[in-house]
């Protein structure tokens, strides 16, 4: 993995640091890929780190408001949010609607469609 390493920064290519990524899948536990993970993400700044990890996760970010109806860039969000985003985002809007709307939105999650 140092030889790898090492090749990785002599090329500086986008190739050679996905070649490091599939050496390590092979040669490296998930414990000692989260560690390198964790202590890399360490060595740079709090905002570049996290444009690093949410890259990484394929993370969308915050939603954007909506322009002219909400369902569309909704949907347009979640096909890209990670599943925490997604778990966080629909936990923070249930709590934010009324207690009517969420009656209804519960009874919506939990209609089953009965075939004739």
Request: one cysteine or more; proline letters at 4%.
């Amino acid at each position: 993995m140092s030889k790898m390493l090492g090749y990785c920064l002599t090329l500086g290519t986008a190739d050679a640091w996905t070649g490091f990524s599939q050496v390590a899948i092979v040669r490296l536990s998930e414990t000692e890929r989260a560690a390198l993970a964790f202590f890399a993400l360490n060595s740079l700044d709090p905002d570049q780190a996290e444009r690093a990890a949410a890259a990484s996760i394929k993370s969308a970010g915050m939603p954007c408001p909506p322009l002219l109806g909400g369902m569309d860039e909704a949907r347009f969000w979640a096909a890209d949010a990670s599943r925490s985003e997604l778990k966080a985002y629909v936990a923070a809007a249930y709590e934010a609607l009324s207690p009517a709307d969420q009656a209804a939105f519960i009874q919506h999650i939990t209609r089953k469609e009965v075939a004739a």
